[in-house]
């Protein structure tokens, strides 16, 4: 079973950037669709970016050119850099299988977007 451990997180002014990292056990990593979800306060959480097993990516309309997902299958870790973030960026960032069954949640690491 994947362990996933994400990192990276901190606070941030609106039109800032942050490139966040989550680390993966196991030896599957590079067969998995990984994705970045996120869960703000109040709110269910989204998958907002997702990539394939290689540079294939998809984005929720709202981050589509300010966030960039990738991977990197030799060192079973997978970022996101987050550019021009806006106040309702702000959440719990986790990342996790893209398609299921998902592995268990790491801790997410927080985002806050503020002024």
């Known amino acids: 079973q994947v362990q996933l451990v994400e990192s990276g997180g901190g606070l941030v002014q609106p039109g800032g950037s942050l490139r966040l990292s989550c680390a993966a056990s196991?030896?599957?990593?590079?067969?998995?669709?990984m994705g970045w979800y996120r869960q703000a306060p109040g709110k269910q959480r989204e998958l907002v970016a997702h990539?394939?097993?290689?540079?294939?990516?998809r984005y929720e309309d709202s981050v589509k050119g300010r966030f960039t997902i990738s991977r990197d299958n030799a060192k079973n870790t997978l970022s996101l850099q987050m550019n021009s973030l806006k106040p309702e960026d702000t959440a719990v960032y986790y990342c996790?299988?893209?398609?299921?069954?998902?592995?268990?949640w790491g801790p997410g690491t927080e985002v806050t977007v503020s002024s």
């Open positions: 990539i394939t097993t290689g540079t294939t990516t």
């Open positions: 996790n299988k893209a398609v299921a069954p998902l592995a268990p």
């Open positions: 196991g030896n599957n990593f590079r067969l998995y669709y």
